[in-house]
């Protein structure tokens, strides 16, 4: 995909195959890997707070779950740093690689001895440093593997691929529990990273900390007058440039470049207001809500399946079209449409309304995730895209959470009315800054098919 806008000159195309990203091999094993990587994630949590909550009780467990929270959000940005200084493959591998023998680990000693509390400890500040390197990497490698045209198409594959892992990890968690204890759920967890691993190996990379070498068929076109070793040259160069700079002042020109970027600061935020608006709702406000309306566990159930479902088709819709005129503009008035449906869930009185209201919302939740993802990664220069993901991640993964305690309370005090009113507004917000920024409402993804 490229973003067209008023500018003299547009970043290259990285290498990669011309054919749709949904027939593309390399895209679909690393869909393959990332789906992975989120089935173990759900499996691997499952199994931290059993075991914790059988050893120490409910109230250390939910100590154990939040501590590997903390180096998550600290060391976020420069997860970052590393990912663009090393390539996100590399990162990548290791962090699948020492996920799976720190799981592969704990299930052994869990299943030989009773090691205590302290060991899940350790394990979840394992996950939380890895979870700083993994977030910003996996964002940063889709433009490696294939063409700009095929980015939004990328993202509403990676929809689909962390739907399925979402919705997957609790069944295979629970039947490794209910067969084999915390150990073999440990173990089942370490496997699947193995698999991810196993996936990502076999990528094909472009550009710096990739593995297509300049000579390979898969090598990216030179331009006419450039020689492979000048390009290796200069990549080598660049590297001993990096190697000689302080991460600190590759964190601070990451910030500065994000800063001083006429479009990626506004997206960045219409992305952090967007995940705001809707996630507040969904993760606590809906379980309260559903309390309040008398639809029970069951009912809660199923406007989640909902949101879901509607995810799922926006997800589909947006990998089939690829290209998209106006993309700006679209994310834009499907914000708009999200927030009038998470006003009107908090409003309706009945179930089934609630529903349409759900699956409106997950349809719109889908596709502006996309949109914006992609056109954040066509943005963004290659060689910062570690650090702008990872600015992206820590707003959406480190302090969108922050705000549910207070979503709880505020819906305690004056009801679900209000509250998911504001969160809708939250969304009328961010689709106003769209059209404000002209650079953002007149963005376009163009693909081809």
């Known amino acids: 995909m490229e973003i067209r806008e008023n500018r003299d000159a547009e970043p290259a195309k990285p290498a990669g195959s011309s054919r749709p990203a949904y027939r593309d091999g390399n895209v679909l094993r690393w869909l393959g890997a990332y789906a992975a990587s989120i089935l173990g994630d759900s499996v691997y949590f ?111 594959l990676r929809t689909l691929a962390q739907r399925l892992g979402t919705v997957a990890g609790p069944s295979v968690g629970g039947f490794a529990m209910a067969t084999s204890g915390a150990a073999g759920t440990f173990a089942a967890a370490g496997l699947v990273f193995a698999g991810s691993l196993a996936l990502l190996v076999t990528l094909r990379i472009s550009g710096p900390g990739g593995n297509v070498s300049l000579n390979s068929p898969d090598a990216p076109e030179e331009p006419q007058g450039w020689s492979g070793q000048g390009i290796q040259q200069e990549h080598d160069e660049e590297a001993q440039k990096a190697e000689q700079r302080s991460p600190w002042r590759d964190l601070a020109a990451g910030v500065g470049y994000l800063r001083q970027h006429g479009l990626l600061l506004p997206l960045v935020m219409v992305a952090w207001l967007a995940e705001l608006g809707f996630s507040g709702p969904f993760n606590i406000g809906l379980a309260l809500l559903a309390d309040l309306r008398g639809w029970g566990p069951a009912g809660m159930g199923l406007v989640i399946a909902a949101f879901g479902a509607g995810a799922v088709v926006g997800a589909l819709w947006l990998a089939a079209r690829g290209g998209m005129g106006r993309a700006g503009l679209t994310g834009a008035w499907m914000m708009l449409l999200g927030g009038v449906s998470v006003t009107g869930l908090g409003m309706l009185p009945s179930l089934p309304a609630a529903l349409a209201a759900a699956a409106l919302a997950g349809l719109t939740a889908g596709v502006t995730a996309g949109v914006f993802s992609a056109l954040l990664q066509t943005a963004t220069d290659p060689a910062y895209m570690g650090r702008v993901t990872s600015v992206l991640v820590l707003l959406t993964v480190g302090i969108v959470p922050l705000s549910y305690p207070l979503t709880g309370s505020l819906i305690g005090l004056l009801g679900p009315e209000p509250v998911f009113a504001a969160y809708g507004g939250i969304c009328v917000l961010a689709t106003a800054i769209v059209l404000a920024v002209p650079r953002l409402r007149g963005a376009e993804l163009a693909g081809r098919a």
């Open 46 to 156: 499952l199994a931290l707070s059993w075991a914790a909550t059988q050893a120490a009780g409910p109230g250390q467990a939910g100590m154990v779950m939040a501590v590997g929270a903390v180096p998550r959000a600290v060391l976020m940005l420069g997860g970052g740093v590393i990912a663009d200084r090393l390539g996100p493959r590399r990162v990548l591998i290791a962090s699948d690689a020492a996920r799976a023998v720190v799981l592969l680990g704990a299930a052994a000693a869990l299943a030989l001895a009773s090691p205590g509390l302290w060991l899940l400890v350790v394990v979840a500040l394992v996950f939380g440093v890895v979870d700083a390197l993994f977030m910003p990497a996996i964002g940063a490698l889709p433009p490696r593997i294939t063409t700009p045209d095929q980015l939004a198409r990328t993202q509403g």
